[in-house]
């Protein structure tokens, strides 16, 4: 039988209905303090009866002081975003981990500007959120970060940079890149080119020159040319792409192949690119990997670009995301956090081999 009245049950017309008070009632929902499993069963019993569905969550919001909110800042475009598997396959893991601890997640997409940089949303200012992921890291002075320490949100950053007092949940990228490159020197290569992720600040596709490398201001591209540096090897030319998508790698791949004397390698920062890169070496009939070896960074499974399967250095993205929603845990429960570096991992295919001679 259902409450008897045209107005929704409260919690004490189920205190009343157990026999019991009002605040056993409020313990026996929320599980937070000691309650006799027999008096839980009792309270959950009439409440099924009364058709009560439990307390209400602004209520209970507003006692605890949280929202039960995690806001993701993806720093692009949804649209551009959704079409990048990497983005997905993370968000997949950290959503699912932040499920589990009972924590939904308000999606917070970059908002450009006419110069190409990209402004805060006003959810950042403004929207409850117990937590702030910034999934894809933060610059030198980035007003996403700054916006939110005023509001005093902590903020877990996906791949750095190192700031105080900000965790990161970042992987062995440097690292990985500069093994990368070891492998195609070690072919014999010695004509490199690198197709990089965005720098910063105005999204653009085109040949990187000093001036540009100067306004280099975003973790993944830093760490990712940086490993060129730790292998000993300067690329002969360098092409920044405007986002990692296989469109971006194409039109890269032209600048770079379709000139008098191409590399004999490319190193993309992201899959996506360099498959881009093999579509227009496809293009401008050039055989891979006998005239041009091309390698990425990711992991992904491409199988629409069989028969060839990209050499590339693999990243734990569903990993990553789980470690992100992790952070997330151990901030609320007051912990303190050290960095968190994940280990990527060379993986050899077949569009890599040695230059002609």
Not at 102 to 127: I, N, Q, W, Y
Not at 168 to 176: P, Y
Not at 232 to 261: H, I, Q, W, Y
């Amino acid at each position: 039988m259902g409450h008897s009245g045209q107005s929704r049950p409260t919690l004490a017309d189920v205190a009343g209905a157990a026999g019991v008070s009002v605040s056993t009632a409020s313990l026996a929902f929320s599980g937070a303090g000691p309650i006799a499993e027999e008096t839980r069963a009792k309270v959950h019993a009439a409440a099924a009866t009364l058709g009560y569905s439990g307390p209400n969550p602004l209520g209970r919001s507003l006692r605890s002081g949280r929202s039960g909110i995690v806001a993701v800042v993806i720093g692009d475009q949804l649209r551009r975003s959704f079409r990048d598997p990497v983005s997905v396959q993370v968000l997949d893991g950290l959503v699912s981990t932040l499920g589990q601890m009972g924590l939904g997640v308000l999606l917070v997409p970059g908002m450009p500007s006419p110069d190409g940089s990209v402004t805060v949303d006003p959810l950042l200012e403004s929207a409850p959120m117990d937590v702030a992921i910034l999934i894809w890291g933060a610059r030198e002075s980035d007003p996403a970060l700054s916006a939110l320490q005023r509001r005093g949100v902590p903020v877990v950053i996906g791949e750095g940079p190192q700031l105080p007092g900000v965790p990161v949940v970042g992987i062995e990228d440097r690292r990985g890149s500069a093994e990368l490159v070891r492998y195609l020197v070690s072919l014999g290569h010695s004509r490199l080119a690198c197709v990089t992720l965005p720098f910063g600040g105005e999204r653009r596709n085109a040949v990187v020159d000093a001036a540009r490398m100067r306004e280099l201001d975003w973790t993944p591209t830093r760490n990712r040319l940086e490993g060129f540096a730790d292998a000993g090897v300067e690329p002969v030319v360098t092409v920044e792409a405007a986002a990692s998508l296989v469109e971006e790698g194409k039109a890269a791949g032209r600048l770079l192949l379709d000139v008098d004397e191409p590399p004999t390698a490319v190193v993309a920062q992201s899959d996506l690119l360099a498959a881009g890169v093999l579509l227009a070496a496809r293009e401008l009939g050039l055989r891979v990997p006998e005239d041009v070896s091309v390698a990425g960074f990711d992991g992904l499974d491409l199988p629409w670009l069989a028969p060839d399967v990209l050499t590339t250095v693999a990243q734990p993205l569903a990993a990553k995301g789980q470690a992100l929603g992790e952070a997330v845990g151990r901030l609320l429960a007051g912990e303190e956090l050290e960095p968190r570096m994940l280990a990527v991992e060379l993986r050899p295919g077949t569009t890599t081999g040695p230059p002609r001679a």
